[in-house]
């Protein structure tokens, strides 16, 4: 069983940058995989990102080049670097773990908003 607990979210203007940081109960090496998702109003939840054991990396199209995924497993954390963003940008983020069975946090609002 893995326990997520999300923070770095706010309110920032178009073009600006935020950080999200996912803290894990356990060691996210020994976790499958893990991920961002995100979920507007009125929108199903779609993957932003996703970052394996071995290290590999999976973005949204919509994303690429703008957000990086990347962890720090010496503190068992996982992050979600976003840089450009846009008002299309919007939405509540959650972090997934996978092992054996997919876990959530709990989520972390982002607004991008002038």
């Known amino acids: 069983q893995v326990q997520l607990v999300e923070s770095g979210g706010g309110l920032v203007q178009p073009g600006g940058s935020l950080r999200l940081s996912c803290a894990a109960s356990?060691?996210?090496?020994?976790?499958?995989?893990m991920g961002w998702y995100r979920q507007a109003p009125g929108k199903q939840r779609e993957l932003v990102a996703a970052l394996s054991r071995g290290g590999s990396t999976n973005y949204a199209d919509s994303v690429k080049g703008r957000f990086t995924i990347s962890r720090d497993s010496a503190k068992n954390t996982v992050y979600l670097q976003m840089n450009s963003l846009k008002p299309e940008d919007t939405a509540v983020y959650y972090c997934k773990a996978t092992m054996f069975r997919d876990y959530w946090g709990q989520g972390t609002q982002v607004t991008v908003s002038s």
């Open positions: 356990r060691s996210i090496l020994s976790i499958s995989a």
